[in-house]
């Protein structure tokens, strides 16, 4: 009696994911700000320039066996997608960028009258103030930051990335290890608390806890909801020193 020889791991995913057509491609819709001007746009063909928003899409590779993922300018991005909350990295946007994409997505103009709203917008407002003001630290010194206090950060991690991880560190603490794969890897945007850890090997951990609702998002139930109690972030000197020459926080 011999085992069943096993199907090799991007076989069973393809399979998997391929019965469910696109639909089943993991976190297939995100949005960013561009990490330099020279990127074409999908749709237009024209340049995407720096620091303005892009959104992608995964897509299934003709050239290889996995995902890429195609870029477009907000405005020529024609999608699926039907809710801002599945487009990964919405929250983390400027406050006025979020309103043009929710815009672009629903059609409707966002209620900004809402309290999780107006929490969610002075948040922002904060945050890309420390942000800015900590845009001149150089990226390596940006990664020693996040080591002083243990965070767990991927190589292709943009500046914008980093800078969004230390900044809502020094304005709110740090979050604790993830309850479900134990990675330092939890991320605040807006009302929204997601991991960027892994499980196992290279199965990204989905966990994921609404705290507060931004427009329509559903708060995480309080008898399902895990208790994540910040500490003190641990400060770097070159980020000081930067914050120091903007003001301070």
Not at 94 to 110: C, E
Not at 221 to 235: F, I, M
Request: proline fraction near 6%.
């Amino acid at each position: 009696h011999h085992s069943p020889r096993r199907r090799p791991l991007a076989q069973v995913l393809s399979m998997s994911y391929g019965q469910l057509g696109d639909a089943g491609i993991p976190n297939r819709y995100r949005v960013e700000y561009c990490p330099t001007g020279r990127g074409g746009c999908k749709a237009c063909g024209s340049p995407m320039a720096e620091f303005t928003p892009r959104c992608g899409e995964k897509m299934r590779s003709h050239f290889f066996d996995g995902f890429e993922i195609k870029w477009f300018h907000p405005h020529c991005y024609r999608t699926s997608c039907k809710t801002v909350h599945d487009i990964v990295g919405f929250q983390k946007l400027k406050w006025t960028d979020q309103l043009v994409l929710y815009k672009q997505i629903t059609g409707a103009n966002a209620d900004e009258g809402e309290a999780g709203a107006q929490r969610a917008k002075e948040a922002s407002g904060m945050l890309w103030g420390v942000a800015e003001a900590i845009a001149g630290v150089p990226k390596p010194k940006l990664k020693e930051a996040l080591e002083l206090n243990g965070r767990m950060f991927g190589d292709k991690a943009s500046p914008f990335e980093l800078r969004h991880t230390i900044a809502d560190g020094l304005l709110n603490g740090r979050l604790p290890p993830c309850p479900w794969c134990k990675c330092e890897a939890l991320e605040q945007e807006g009302g929204l608390i997601t991991c960027r850890g892994y499980l196992e090997g290279a199965t990204a951990c989905e966990f994921k806890q609404t705290a507060y609702g931004v427009m329509g998002s559903k708060v995480t139930a309080a008898a399902e909801a895990v208790p994540l109690e910040r500490v003190p972030w641990a400060a770097h000197p070159a980020v000081e020193k930067s914050l120091h020459k903007a003001g301070g926080l």
